[in-house]
Antibody
Framework: QVQLVQSGAEVKEPGASVKVSCKAS????????IHWVRQAPGQGLEWMGL????????SYAQRFQGRISMTRDTSTNTLYMELRSLRSEDTAVYSC?????????????WGQGTLVTVSS | DIQMTQSPSSLSASVGDRVIITCRAS??????LNWYYQKPGKAPRLLIY???NLQSGVPSRFSGSGSGTDFTLSITSLQPEDFATYYC?????????FGQGTKLEIK
């Protein structure tokens, strides 16, 4: 079965970086795009970007440009999302989600989420 | 960015009721509209993709319609497990924005 298993919770100081991992299994890793979505406490969902695990190409939301990187390791079927220059407003649950495929992008399988807390 | 606006923001209903949630886009998005639901502390679950296509395993009491800028999610015969927060999301153009959510509560 399709599974996305994410790394554990992180606490970071303002200005630091965080790298969240997402290990995929149960499907052909390079066949499906992966999205990253975050959700601040008590707030809605925010799309951050996506990566094509096959080609390694990425598309980021403009508001994160310059401080976000999405990468993948095809030898371990693992995706990574790094966010730099963290501020308190980046405190959120970060989730990876598999794109369902097809013309209309949608997210059919989700990781369990990783809480990132930014606090001094 | 394409803004997605859901209404209502919250809704009270009873088991067995029919409810409709609407989602409006700030520009035409054709049929590039998805619906998710989320329970507290859980990951979102895809319900409907491309406006009206039921994701595998989703009960047929859920349905979606619309096109262009106006979309609806309909739930007939509400079940106890349906009380959650619902989000629409457009994937017509990046960033793939979500609506603010509609919280469906038990009356």
């Amino acid at each position: 079965q399709v599974q996305l298993v994410q790394s554990g919770a992180e606490v970071k100081e303002p200005g630091a970086s965080v790298k969240v991992s997402c290990k995929a299994s149960g499907y052909t890793f390079t066949d499906y795009y992966i999205h990253w979505v975050r959700q601040a406490p008590g707030q809605g969902l925010e799309w951050m970007g996506l990566i094509n695990p096959g080609a390694g190409s990425t598309s980021y939301a403009q508001r994160f440009q310059g401080r976000i990187s999405m990468t993948r390791d095809t030898s371990t079927n693992t995706l990574y999302m790094e966010l730099r220059s963290l501020r308190s407003e980046d405190t959120a649950v970060y989730s990876c989600a598999r794109d369902r495929g097809g013309i209309v992008k949608s997210m059919d399988y989700w990781g369990q989420g990783t809480l990132v807390t930014v606090s001094s | 960015d394409i803004q997605m606006t859901q209404s209502p923001s919250s809704l009270s209903a009873s088991v067995g009721d029919r409810v409709i949630i609407t989602c409006r886009a700030s520009q035409s998005i054709s049929d590039y509209l998805n619906w998710y639901y989320q329970k507290p502390g859980k990951a979102p679950r895809l319900l409907i993709y491309a406006t009206s296509n039921l994701q595998s395993g989703v009960p047929s009491r859920f349905s979606g319609s619309g096109s262009g800028t106006d979309f609806t999610l309909s739930i007939t015969s509400l079940q106890p497990e349906d009380f959650a927060t619902y989000y629409c999301q457009q994937s017509y153009g990046t960033p793939y924005t979500f609506g603010q959510g509609t919280k469906l509560e038990i009356k």
